[in-house]
Structures are given as C-alpha cells and as structure tokens.
C-alpha cells in the first residue's frame, strides 16, 4: 500500500517562501517520479513540478520556472518544493503524486498512480 504525506502548506504574503514536503511511505513500490499538482478553487488540477526519480531531470511548468524548486532524497522516499516569491495566483491545494511505472508521462495526471491527500497554500495579496 502507498500512503503519500505531504506537509508544509500555510497562509503567507505574497513575495514569501514555503516549503512543502512529501513522504511515500509505499513498501515494494519502485518510484520511477514524483510531482506535485496544484487545484486552485473552480479549476481543473493542473502540473507544477516534477522529478525522475533515478535521473534527477526536473520539469516545470512556465508559470513556476526560476521560483520554484524540486529535489528529492530517494533514501528517505522523500520529494520537496521550495517555493519562492509567491503570488496569490499559486494559491490551491497542493498535491503529491508518485509515478510508479515505466515511461511514465511526468507533466500528465495520468502519468502518476499515487496521490496524497493535498496541502493548502494560500497567498494573500
């Protein structure tokens, strides 16, 4: 069974920093990527960053490139988000996702298995 916990969400102004962080406590599940997704009120959950887990190669999306950033410790099965000079527009829920297939598509929905339970970050103007 795979149980992702994701923490770090909270209230800040715009221009502040959080740090989200997402543990896959899954046992005999290979990781092949991990990612966070990001559904703000009334829209579609849309890609925000992602990681090949053995590679390391990161994927964004335009609107977080040079504010955010994804790293991963693969002893503790542990992804983080670093999020800098935040705007109202990156508040939503923040969800982890964890890809556990093969050739897996990093910036698609469909492309991950494993989701969590979401965090809320919220950016006051």
């Known amino acids: 069974q795979v149980q992702l916990v994701e923490s770090g969400g909270g209230v800040v102004q715009a221009g502040d920093s959080l740090r989200l962080s997402c543990v896959d406590s899954?046992?005999?599940?290979?990781?092949?990527?991990m990612g966070w997704f990001r559904q703000a009120p009334g829209k579609e959950r849309e890609f925000v960053v992602g990681i090949a887990w053995i590679s390391g190669s990161t994927y964004y999306a335009d609107s977080v490139k040079g504010r955010f950033t994804i790293s991963r410790d693969n002893a503790k099965s542990t992804v983080y988000l670093q999020m800098n000079s935040l705007k109202p527009d990156d508040t939503g829920v923040y969800y982890c996702?964890?890809?556990?297939?093969?050739?897996?598509?990093?910036?698609?929905?469909?492309?991950?298995?494993?989701w969590g339970q979401g965090t809320q970050v919220t950016v006051s103007s």
């Open positions: 899954g046992r005999f599940v290979a990781i092949y990527g």
């Open positions: 996702a964890t890809a556990g297939r093969r050739g897996y598509q990093p910036l698609m929905r469909d492309g991950y298995d494993y």
